[in-house]
């Protein structure tokens, strides 16, 4: 499907998909999450060395918006890439950021 193809509703949750994933903590989240790993907050809030709750703020954002769904697992929610193209993004914005 082309983005011409896509109607109102579609192109506003991209857009809103989009908005989420730029922020840079969101991105270092994503990153951490593109090769189809899942993991907790606590995990993710040590890999980034940031506080706890900042780090449940910016997954919840990318639930919310679609970019991460999460899983349940006795005690431990573990979050993950909803759609495995979302990893072509953070390809794409690695990449890009490459200096030459």
Do not use: W
């Not at 730029?22 to 940031?50: C, F, Q, W, Y």
């Not at 890439?81 to 953070?90: A, E, F, P, T």
């Amino acid at each position: 499907m082309k983005i011409k193809d896509l109607d109102t509703e579609m192109l506003d949750r991209a857009a809103g998909m989009l908005k989420a994933i730029a922020h840079p903590m969101r991105i270092a989240i994503l990153s951490h999450l593109e090769d189809g790993n899942k993991l907790t907050v606590t995990e993710i809030h040590k890999l980034l060395d940031i506080e706890q709750s900042t780090t449940s703020h910016h997954l919840g954002i990318l639930k919310d918006k679609g970019v991460l769904a999460s899983e349940r697992q006795g005690k431990n929610t573990f979050y993950y890439l909803k759609h495995n193209s979302l990893r072509n993004i953070v390809d794409c914005v690695s990449k890009c950021t490459i200096v030459k």
